[in-house]
């Protein structure tokens, strides 16, 4: 019998609870002979490898697609609601960084944890563009001369060219209000035939940003850059998004310039329980 998927049961040890097709959102696993778990039939086209089946097994009966139980990490114990509330109060956006950049296995440690992130259908095809150094330089230099071109040669609405030419006014004054003179730019893009589109980039960002906090670097959702490459000077896409993806948003980060001692005190949050 055909068995795409890989789908190893080890028979002494499953006890036949059910648990994997409970937690297969999907409807990949059924119940076959004597009640141990099969594939059914077009299962392999609806598995979208999330590997619930394999880590929620009590008895680290089944494997599948290769994983085995045996290497998976055990679960482990779980930080404190008060520790998870205290790194996000603790969450700051920075726009003042040190000139000094991130060292390269912090950015390393930090890019590999990014393929824990959820993603729709768990679709991990997210592409990752870290800038650092000449590539950061090179990436700024392009964004205001492009947008300096835009203007020029009026590509741009009337309404928006006044603001844009102030950012190019700024930037030759050895100003950097769209960048902040950031050491580092993190570029999200997505397959175009993503799943869940414009919603992946945003969720990833939101892990790698509490994740760079833990270990004291600063972050900066820049919007501008992301809506003036969007909507302004496309054409520098190529830098930051390869073939076949599309833009997805941008977030400065570095090591901040300043500490900050106390925590803000927010308006309370708006509810409405239906």
């Known amino acids: 019998m055909s068995n795409p998927l890989n789908l190893s049961i080890n028979r002494q040890l499953c006890f036949r609870c059910g648990v994997c097709r409970q937690e297969c959102a999907f409807t990949v696993l059924g119940s076959g002979e004597e009640g141990v778990p099969t594939v059914l039939e077009g299962g392999e086209d609806r598995c979208v490898r999330c590997q619930h089946c394999v880590l929620a097994c009590p008895r680290g009966a089944l494997s599948i697609l290769g994983v085995e139980p045996a290497v998976c990490e055990d679960s482990g114990g779980k930080p404190s609601y008060e520790q998870v ?11 003042h960084f040190q000139k000094f950049g991130v060292e390269p296995q912090t950015i390393d440690e930090l890019m590999d944890a990014m393929k824990y992130v959820p993603t729709g259908r768990n679709d991990h095809r997210l592409n990752f563009s870290v800038l650092s150094g000449k590539g950061m330089r090179e990436f700024v230099k392009g964004f205001y001369a492009a947008l300096k071109e835009v203007v020029e040669t009026k590509q741009v609405p009337e309404e928006q060219s006044d603001r844009i030419q102030s950012l190019v006014d700024a930037y030759a004054k050895n100003l950097d209000p769209v960048v902040r003179k950031a050491p580092h730019m993190l570029f999200v893009s997505e397959p175009e035939d993503a799943p869940c589109t ?8 939101s892990y790698f940003e509490l994740l760079a906090n833990a270990k004291g670097i600063g972050t900066c959702w820049c919007g501008m850059a992301t809506y003036l490459l969007r909507d302004a000077i496309p054409a520098l896409y ?11 948003y941008a977030m400065l980060f570095g090591y901040p310039q300043s500490e900050f001692f106390r925590l803000p005190r927010p308006l309370p949050v708006r509810v409405e329980k239906v």
Do not use: H, T
């Open 85 to 95: 509330l205290q790194l996000i109060k603790n969450r700051r956006s920075i726009r």
């Open 198 to 205: 414009d919603v992946d980039p945003a969720i990833a960002l």
């Open 238 to 248: 190529p830098f930051i998004v390869p073939p076949g993806y599309k833009p997805g």
